[in-house]
């Protein structure tokens, strides 16, 4: 009777909270929909609720903004409003935070989190995995060896964890994607990342 509940929940408990987790959003993105004049709700037009619809307005509307921010007036633009946001002193420091974060992780000529590493944490005899960060320059001329920083990520919230300096020489490069070893921090190690012989042959 255990196993047969529990092989149900391994069935159920994965699909319940996809399907929680798909709501959430498309609900979220739906609430884009307010932008839109009230005649030119779907609803009011379609006599029906769609749920979703808002989810193509917000793509519609981020691929706009890449756009218009791609030309000589987007970029004025975008440079206006962000003086403007600079001017506001609570705003100011939550939106600069959080844009040099979105800046670092979603740029596509970035350095960060392109390569998976091992490095010795908590302590000397345990392996940790984490990602390689830059560092900034006058903390690097304070090293006589090459260091590198590195992000160590909690399980299982990946978006939480450690911001170190370590010699590069103590490290191991991971011959995995992040995608995967992501997996592996979510999952708490269920999620088995492969790793090629020759990137653990150092050790």
Known sequence: MKKYLLTGLLVWV??????????????????????????????KLLGVHIPGLGVI????????????????????LLRYW???????????????SVKQVSD??????????????LVRYPHQEAWSLAFQTSIPSEVS??????????FIPTAPSPVNGFYFYVRRADTIELNISVDAALKS???????ATVTSPSSLSSS
């Open 14 to 43: 994965p699909l319940g909270i996809t399907l929680w987790a798909l709501n959430l959003t498309i609900s979220t993105l739906d609430q884009s929909l307010i932008l839109l004049p009230i005649n030119w709700y779907p609803d």
């Open 57 to 76: 307005l917000t793509v519609a509307i981020v691929l706009c903004t890449g756009l218009l921010v791609r030309n000589v007036l987007g970029q004025r």
């Open 82 to 96: 962000e003086d403007l946001l600079r001017r506001i002193p609570i705003v100011n420091s939550i939106y600069h």
């Open 104 to 117: 670092t992780l979603l740029s596509s000529n970035g350095l960060a989190f392109r390569k998976v590493l």
């Open 141 to 150: 001329q304070q090293f006589e060896d090459e260091y590198i920083g590195v």
């Open 185 to 191: 921090i979510i999952s708490m190690g269920v999620v």
